[in-house]
Protein backbone atom coordinates (compact mmCIF):
# COMPACT_ATOMS: atom_id res chain seq x y z
CA UNK A 1 0.00 0.00 0.00
CA UNK A 2 3.05 2.31 0.73
CA UNK A 3 4.38 1.63 -2.30
CA UNK A 4 1.29 2.72 -4.46
CA UNK A 5 0.58 6.30 -2.33
CA UNK A 6 4.21 7.04 -3.42
CA UNK A 7 3.20 5.89 -6.99
CA UNK A 8 0.53 7.98 -6.98
CA UNK A 9 1.69 10.90 -5.44
CA UNK A 10 4.68 10.83 -7.75
CA UNK A 11 2.73 11.03 -10.76
CA UNK A 12 0.36 13.60 -9.23
CA UNK A 13 3.68 15.48 -9.06
CA UNK A 14 4.93 14.68 -12.40
CA UNK A 15 1.65 15.97 -14.12
CA UNK A 16 1.17 19.20 -11.99
CA UNK A 17 5.02 19.81 -13.27
CA UNK A 18 4.43 19.28 -16.33
CA UNK A 19 1.22 21.75 -16.75
CA UNK A 20 3.50 23.59 -14.71
CA UNK A 21 6.15 24.15 -17.39
CA UNK A 22 6.95 26.80 -19.82
CA UNK A 23 6.77 26.91 -23.68
CA UNK A 24 6.36 23.44 -26.09
CA UNK A 25 8.94 23.22 -28.71
CA UNK A 26 6.76 24.09 -32.24
CA UNK A 27 7.02 22.64 -36.04
CA UNK A 28 6.33 23.69 -39.16
CA UNK A 29 6.05 21.59 -42.51
CA UNK A 30 5.48 23.05 -45.57
CA UNK A 31 6.08 21.71 -49.36
CA UNK A 32 5.28 22.70 -52.70
CA UNK A 33 5.30 21.20 -56.31
CA UNK A 34 7.00 23.52 -58.50
CA UNK A 35 7.27 22.93 -62.60
CA UNK A 36 10.83 22.80 -62.96
CA UNK A 37 13.21 20.39 -62.79
CA UNK A 38 14.78 19.93 -59.70
CA UNK A 39 18.82 21.71 -60.74
CA UNK A 40 16.88 24.79 -61.88
CA UNK A 41 15.48 24.64 -58.51
CA UNK A 42 18.33 24.19 -56.58
CA UNK A 43 20.33 26.41 -58.32
CA UNK A 44 18.13 29.29 -57.31
CA UNK A 45 17.99 28.23 -52.90
CA UNK A 46 21.88 26.72 -52.58
CA UNK A 47 24.00 29.53 -52.22
CA UNK A 48 23.57 29.94 -48.36
CA UNK A 49 24.16 33.66 -48.40
CA UNK A 50 21.63 34.37 -51.04
CA UNK A 51 18.32 34.63 -49.65
CA UNK A 52 17.16 36.66 -52.91
CA UNK A 53 14.57 34.13 -53.47
CA UNK A 54 12.59 35.29 -49.90
CA UNK A 55 10.64 38.42 -50.84
CA UNK A 56 10.98 39.50 -47.35
CA UNK A 57 14.43 39.93 -47.33
CA UNK A 58 15.85 43.10 -48.47
CA UNK A 59 19.55 41.94 -48.63
CA UNK A 60 21.77 39.13 -47.42
CA UNK A 61 25.75 39.01 -46.55
CA UNK A 62 27.25 35.98 -45.81
CA UNK A 63 30.89 34.82 -44.59
CA UNK A 64 31.92 31.08 -45.00
CA UNK A 65 30.04 30.05 -48.14
CA UNK A 66 28.46 26.82 -47.93
CA UNK A 67 30.52 25.23 -45.71
CA UNK A 68 29.39 23.93 -42.18
CA UNK A 69 29.23 27.26 -39.57
CA UNK A 70 28.86 29.91 -42.74
CA UNK A 71 27.32 32.73 -41.52
CA UNK A 72 25.11 35.13 -43.29
CA UNK A 73 23.10 38.41 -41.68
CA UNK A 74 19.46 38.94 -43.12
CA UNK A 75 18.53 42.38 -43.82
CA UNK A 76 14.78 42.25 -43.79
CA UNK A 77 12.90 44.65 -45.95
CA UNK A 78 11.34 46.71 -42.60
CA UNK A 79 14.76 47.34 -41.42
CA UNK A 80 15.04 43.92 -39.06
CA UNK A 81 18.61 42.06 -39.36
CA UNK A 82 18.47 38.05 -38.46
CA UNK A 83 21.94 36.03 -38.07
CA UNK A 84 22.03 32.61 -39.08
CA UNK A 85 24.40 29.92 -38.87
CA UNK A 86 24.83 27.08 -41.67
CA UNK A 87 24.72 23.57 -39.86
CA UNK A 88 25.03 21.49 -42.75
CA UNK A 89 25.07 21.30 -46.69
CA UNK A 90 24.46 18.60 -49.26
CA UNK A 91 24.52 19.67 -52.98
CA UNK A 92 23.96 16.07 -54.41
CA UNK A 93 20.75 15.28 -52.14
CA UNK A 94 20.09 19.60 -52.86
CA UNK A 95 19.52 20.06 -49.11
CA UNK A 96 20.96 22.54 -46.19
CA UNK A 97 20.09 23.22 -42.23
CA UNK A 98 20.64 26.30 -40.54
CA UNK A 99 19.77 27.63 -37.24
CA UNK A 100 18.85 31.43 -36.02
CA UNK A 101 22.16 32.97 -34.04
CA UNK A 102 20.94 36.24 -33.57
CA UNK A 103 18.10 38.59 -34.46
CA UNK A 104 16.84 42.88 -33.83
CA UNK A 105 13.92 43.66 -31.82
CA UNK A 106 11.59 45.13 -33.91
CA UNK A 107 9.76 46.97 -30.81
CA UNK A 108 9.76 46.87 -26.94
CA UNK A 109 6.43 46.13 -24.59
CA UNK A 110 6.14 45.80 -21.35
CA UNK A 111 4.74 42.91 -19.99
CA UNK A 112 4.10 41.88 -16.59
CA UNK A 113 5.76 45.69 -15.42
CA UNK A 114 8.97 44.56 -17.48
CA UNK A 115 10.09 45.62 -20.61
CA UNK A 116 10.35 42.86 -23.01
CA UNK A 117 11.97 43.33 -26.74
CA UNK A 118 9.71 41.52 -29.41
CA UNK A 119 12.33 40.01 -31.88
CA UNK A 120 11.72 40.26 -35.65
CA UNK A 121 10.53 36.71 -35.95
CA UNK A 122 8.87 35.71 -32.56
CA UNK A 123 10.86 32.82 -31.92
CA UNK A 124 13.53 31.34 -29.91
CA UNK A 125 15.77 28.70 -30.41
CA UNK A 126 15.10 27.96 -34.20
CA UNK A 127 16.48 25.18 -36.09
CA UNK A 128 15.34 24.56 -39.96
CA UNK A 129 15.97 22.26 -43.25
CA UNK A 130 15.25 22.98 -46.74
CA UNK A 131 15.11 20.08 -49.16
CA UNK A 132 14.77 19.98 -52.72
CA UNK A 133 13.18 16.85 -54.25
CA UNK A 134 13.04 15.80 -58.27
CA UNK A 135 9.57 14.24 -58.86
CA UNK A 136 9.80 13.74 -62.84
CA UNK A 137 9.79 16.63 -64.93
CA UNK A 138 8.51 18.77 -61.44
CA UNK A 139 10.39 19.46 -58.08
CA UNK A 140 9.14 19.15 -54.74
CA UNK A 141 10.70 21.61 -52.12
CA UNK A 142 10.13 20.80 -48.34
CA UNK A 143 11.04 23.66 -45.79
CA UNK A 144 10.70 22.75 -42.34
CA UNK A 145 11.26 24.51 -39.20
CA UNK A 146 11.20 23.78 -35.26
CA UNK A 147 11.57 26.75 -32.98
CA UNK A 148 10.22 27.59 -28.99
CA UNK A 149 7.64 30.66 -29.17
CA UNK A 150 9.65 33.87 -28.41
CA UNK A 151 9.08 34.57 -24.75
CA UNK A 152 10.48 31.67 -22.74
CA UNK A 153 8.46 31.47 -19.82
CA UNK A 154 4.98 31.43 -18.71
CA UNK A 155 2.21 33.62 -19.71
CA UNK A 156 3.70 35.19 -22.59
CA UNK A 157 2.28 38.06 -24.02
CA UNK A 158 0.49 37.83 -27.95
CA UNK A 159 3.37 39.49 -29.88
CA UNK A 160 5.61 36.17 -28.34
CA UNK A 161 3.45 33.54 -27.66
CA UNK A 162 3.22 29.95 -29.90
CA UNK A 163 0.06 31.56 -32.63
CA UNK A 164 2.64 34.89 -32.84
CA UNK A 165 5.17 32.27 -34.14
CA UNK A 166 3.56 29.86 -35.82
CA UNK A 167 1.47 32.37 -37.77
CA UNK A 168 5.23 33.91 -38.50
CA UNK A 169 6.78 31.48 -39.54
CA UNK A 170 3.49 30.28 -41.66
CA UNK A 171 3.50 32.98 -43.45
CA UNK A 172 7.40 33.40 -44.54
CA UNK A 173 7.42 29.55 -45.33
CA UNK A 174 4.50 30.19 -47.76
CA UNK A 175 5.78 33.44 -49.34
CA UNK A 176 9.12 32.08 -49.87
CA UNK A 177 7.58 29.05 -51.44
CA UNK A 178 5.23 30.76 -53.93
CA UNK A 179 7.82 33.10 -54.57
CA UNK A 180 10.19 30.06 -55.37
CA UNK A 181 7.78 28.63 -57.49
CA UNK A 182 6.84 31.97 -59.59
CA UNK A 183 10.95 32.35 -59.85
CA UNK A 184 11.99 28.89 -61.36
CA UNK A 185 8.50 28.56 -63.64
CA UNK A 186 9.80 31.57 -65.25
Not at 24 to 43: L, Y
Amino acid sequence: MKKFTLLVSALFLFAAGAHAHGPVRQKVKQDITINAPADKVWALIKNFDDMSWLPAVASTTGEGGNKKGATRVLTLKDGGTIKEELKKHDDKKMSYAYKIKDMSAAKTITHSGQDEEVPVLPVSNYAASIDVKAKGDKTQVIWKAGYYRAYMNNNPPDEMNEEAANTAVNAIFKEGLENLKALAEK
